[in-house]
């Protein structure tokens, strides 16, 4: 079946450690998508990449950064100077002038 | 610019109970609106759209109308099922479809 994984389900940092979370679709799908969602908030924009070797800074992009090597993954890393990181994270996809599709999200936390 | 507006909850019916969560936005040209449904623990999913003024998107019981007059896309079912507990997001995509935006989402109970 086609579909956004996203892994680990669960991931937990240490202070000052970066941390890598994964997103691989086999939808062959364009563009890929980063939000961060917060408990009782709404989806925010992290980064998005329309191709491959491509990407932009969405809305809160500030101790985040990515790499859009191949068509299929897109890997978010999570760096130190992101000061609040605990959230839960959601990678999606999209074709052109179709709706995104979302994986099931990592929750990342603090320890 | 580009957002969205939904009403806050949570919002708690009775089973078979008829369901509207209200959803306005503001937008530059001529946006795409969506609803997406998120269940405990899980991403979202696409519940309905609709890509112009006076579609009406329907899926699983659930519509919605795109309304430009008063710049709505109101969420309705007409009898809720306890399975139907989840946050509702309202979004809206921009013509081009490049990014989404999504308001705040709304959490519904249903009990039985």
């Known amino acids: 079946d086609g579909g956004i994984t996203q892994s680990p389900k669960y991931l937990f940092r240490k202070e000052g450690q970066n941390v890598t979370l994964s997103c691989e679709q086999n939808l062959n799908h364009d563009a890929m998508y980063w939000y961060r969602q917060d408990p009782g908030q709404g989806l925010r924009l992290i980064y998005y990449?329309?191709?491959?070797?491509?990407?932009q800074k969405g809305d809160i992009a500030e101790g985040y950064s990515v790499s859009r090597e191949k068509k299929e993954s897109f890997p978010l890393t999570v760096t130190s100077a992101q000061k609040n990181p605990t959230a839960f994270y959601l990678c999606?996809?999209?074709?052109?002038?179709?709706?995104?599709?979302f994986g099931d999200g990592t929750r990342l936390s603090i320890l | 610019g580009n957002s969205v507006t939904q009403m806050e909850g949570p919002v708690t019916l009775s089973e078979e109970a008829f369901l509207t969560i209200n959803c306005t936005y503001t937008a530059t040209g001529y946006p795409s609106l969506f609803w997406y449904v998120q269940y405990p623990g899980e991403g979202l999913q696409l519940l309905l759209k609709?890509?112009?003024?006076?579609d009406k998107g329907s899926n699983k019981g659930f519509e919605a109308t795109y309304r430009k007059e008063t710049t709505s896309f109101h969420l309705e079912k007409g009898s809720v099922q306890v399975s139907d507990s989840a946050v509702y997001f309202c979004a809206l995509s921009p013509y081009n479809f490049n990014k989404f935006y999504f308001g705040s989402g709304t959490k519904l109970n249903v009990k039985p």
């Open positions: 609709a890509t112009k003024a006076d």
């Open positions: 999606a996809s999209k074709e052109w002038e179709q709706p995104q599709h």
């Open positions: 990449s329309q191709i491959v070797n491509d990407f």
